[in-house]
Structures are given as C-alpha cells and as structure tokens.
C-alpha cells in the first residue's frame, strides 16, 4: 500500500483549513493527511493521528477503491460484451446478404490469428462462427415473421 493517502477522519477530529478558493470551509474537516500503512504492516503516521483510528480510515478508503475499480471493471465486461455482440449482428448481416468476410489471418469478430484453412476463407474462426450462425438465424426468423401476415 501506498505511504501517502487522503482518507476520512474520525468524528470529532479538529480540522484543518481549507485550501485558496475553496468554497466550502469545511473541506478538510473529515480527512486524514499523509497517513498509510506500509508494505511491511507497519503504520506511517509522521502527524500523529491516533492509530486504531488511522488504521480504521486506511482500510475504508482501500475498501472504497476496491470497490470503486470492480464497478469499473464489471462496466468494461459490459462494454465488451455489448460491442462483441455489434460485431457479431454487423457480420451475421453481411453474411446473411451474401457479402464476404474473407480471406482474412484474423478473425473478423475477435481478432485472433486464424490457423483454419476454412476459418481463413471464411474469416471468422470458428468459436466466433458458431454465435454468427445463432445471429443468422435470428435474423432470418424475423425476417420470415415480418414477412407473415
């Protein structure tokens, strides 16, 4: 863990003035300054903030950030989730209208290198032409319902 961090302090604590233009006066009121705790469990705390304290307000912000970065990281699974899908429906329509998608080295959906003689022609790999088969489909089912009165 890092030595120098900015972490909520413990009710009742003094406080401590704000910085130039600050609009709130009370805008150090709940922090800790320069505290930490070292990568060998020891405690950094040149100010002398009490220690259960200090340890307690470390912990919390380390709990924050962890959960602050898993958020992030489950919004980026997301992210790609949905973008690997748009390029599976984007394919699976070019496919279905009989456009080509290869010969490619890399597979058009998720970009590994293709050693398939087929999966090169076709240039989609094989894993990847299995969820374009599924959107194909899809999109011929619709196709056929819509055409259905």
Same mark, same amino acid.
């Given at each position: 863990?890092?030595?120098?961090?900015?972490? $909520?302090? $413990?009710?009742?604590?003094?406080?401590?003035?704000?910085?130039?233009?600050?609009?709130?006066?009370?805008?150090?009121?709940?922090?800790?300054?320069?505290?930490?705790?070292?990568?060998?469990?020891?405690?950094?705390? $040149?100010?002398?903030? $009490? +220690?259960?304290?200090?340890?307690?307000?470390?912990?919390?912000?380390?709990?924050? =950030?962890?959960? =602050?970065?898993?958020?992030?990281?489950? =919004?980026?699974?997301?992210?790609?989730?949905?973008?690997?899908?748009?390029?599976?429906?984007?394919?699976?329509?070019?496919?279905?209208?009989?456009?080509?998608?290869?010969?490619?080295?890399?597979?058009?959906?998720?970009?590994?290198?293709?050693?398939?003689? +087929?999966?090169?022609?076709?240039?989609?790999?094989?894993?990847?032409?299995?969820?374009?088969?599924?959107?194909?489909? +899809?999109?011929?089912?619709?196709?056929?319902? +819509?055409?259905?009165?």
């Amino acid at each position: 863990m890092s030595k120098y961090r900015l972490v $909520p302090c $413990p009710v009742g604590c003094q406080g401590h003035p704000a910085p130039s233009g600050s609009l709130n006066p009370n805008y150090y009121t709940n922090r800790l300054f320069n505290v930490g705790i070292n990568t060998d469990g020891t405690l950094y705390n $040149p100010n002398g903030y $009490p +220690e259960d304290e200090v340890r307690a307000a470390v912990l919390a912000a380390d709990a924050r =950030r962890h959960e =602050r970065r898993s958020k992030a990281a489950r =919004r980026a699974a997301e992210t790609r989730a949905d973008r690997r899908q748009d390029r599976v429906t984007y394919i699976a329509k070019r496919v279905a209208a009989a456009q080509q998608t290869g010969p490619r080295q890399h597979c058009c959906v998720c970009g590994r290198y293709l050693t398939d003689p +087929e999966s090169i022609t076709r240039g989609i790999g094989s894993e990847c032409w299995q969820h374009v088969l599924a959107q194909i489909s +899809e999109i011929t089912r619709a196709a056929r319902e +819509e055409a259905q009165p």
